[in-house]
């Protein structure tokens, strides 16, 4: 913890700037590279703000370098008073999330997918998490996910999820249900704990669940970056009967990196991403060439996102597996689930 005076704001950006040329250089010239982590964050402290404790200025520091951590590259955060609101809402939400897992308000939305190579067949679900609140009705996930990734409580969430999930489909196959694939997703913090794959499997195991079904979703962002950690934690689940899913390919910054060096099952493309761009032909020859690359290597392509059956046609014709998309159903409570399974016969 340090103080700095400063006349302007800028005086301050200036010298984080110098601080990192002089890092980056001491990085060029050294012999034997040390890498440090380095994060700060600033508490501009005006005249009438001289009634405020050491404590109260670090606390708020500390906000300003929450802000953005996470972000790419490095950057400058300065304490406001929309931070700080921001900040009290998130606690406000963090406790009242806690109160909801305990309550069992978080309940388990499941996305049918379909087969479009074996005749439009419901193969399978994602299980996503939708708050319903007494008072004010369904929570969509962008509401809260990002207050609890910031919080940890992401963790306690997802794995929540998964064991609703792991009881459903031992209630299915109890009462003769047929199998199919059920996909939850994993957050970041969840994937770094050191018992991720522990707990994961454990659970699995307690509920006597078939090798091959149960299928992990992570989104390409994690991937990105950790390779070799993420190999690692594929490896092992492998081991452990997992699918491993690499989910939203198409939405960032995609690395064919990470398809030539991870061994993941499957691949899901978020073909929404594709639409946003002005030359159909040229999108659909990317969209093509991915699919042919990915079954090339053996993984299974899931298309997220698709609205029509133009582009179930399309996908169906380049080699695409399975379609999950509001062209032939939302996200839906597991009753109505049940329904469209008992129905598909």
């Not at 090339?296 to 399309?314: P, T, Y």
Request: aromatic fraction near 10%.
């Amino acid at each position: 913890m340090g103080l700095r005076r400063y006349r302007e704001r800028r005086e301050l950006t200036d010298w984080f700037d110098r601080l990192l040329h002089a890092l980056h250089q001491s990085e060029d010239t050294a012999a034997n590279l040390t890498y440090i982590g380095l994060c700060m964050g600033f508490c501009c402290l005006a005249p009438e703000d001289g009634a405020l404790t050491v404590n109260e200025l670090v606390n708020r520091a500390n906000m300003a370098q929450k802000s953005i951590k996470g972000e790419a590259g490095s950057g400058c955060a300065f304490f406001t008073e929309s931070l700080r609101r921001q900040n009290l809402q998130e606690a406000a939400l963090e406790a009242e999330g806690k109160q909801a897992l305990r309550l069992g308000q978080f309940q388990p939305y499941f996305q049918p997918k379909f087969d479009i190579q074996g005749g439009e067949r419901l193969s399978g679900a994602e299980v996503l998490c939708r708050w319903i609140h007494p008072e004010r009705g369904v929570i969509p996930p962008c509401e809260f996910i990002p207050a609890f990734e910031k919080s940890g409580l992401i963790v306690q969430l997802d794995r929540y999820m998964f064991r609703q999930a792991c009881q459903w489909y031992r209630r299915h196959l109890d009462g003769g249900g047929r199998p199919l694939n059920l996909a939850v997703n994993v957050s970041r913090a969840g994937l770094l704990r050191e018992d991720f794959v522990d707990y994961y499997a454990k659970t699995k195991e307690e509920f006597s669940l078939p090798d091959g079904q149960l299928e992990l979703e992570v989104t390409e962002s994690l991937a990105l970056g950790g390779e070799t950690l993420f190999l690692q934690l594929v490896q092992q689940l492998h081991q452990r009967g997992f699918v491993c899913s690499l989910d939203d390919f198409g939405s960032g910054y995609s690395s064919l990196n990470l398809l030539k060096n991870l061994p993941i099952d499957v691949l899901k493309l978020d073909i929404l991403f594709f639409h946003k761009s002005v030359d159909k032909n040229r999108e659909r020859i990317v969209v093509r060439n991915i699919i042919q690359m990915a079954r090339e290597l053996h993984i299974r392509v899931i298309a997220e996102g698709v609205e029509s059956m133009d582009s179930v046609a399309f996908l169906r014709e380049a080699g695409c597996d399975t379609v999950q998309g509001f062209v032939f159903a939302k996200p839906m409570p597991l009753a109505d689930f049940e329904r469209r399974l008992e129905g598909e016969g």
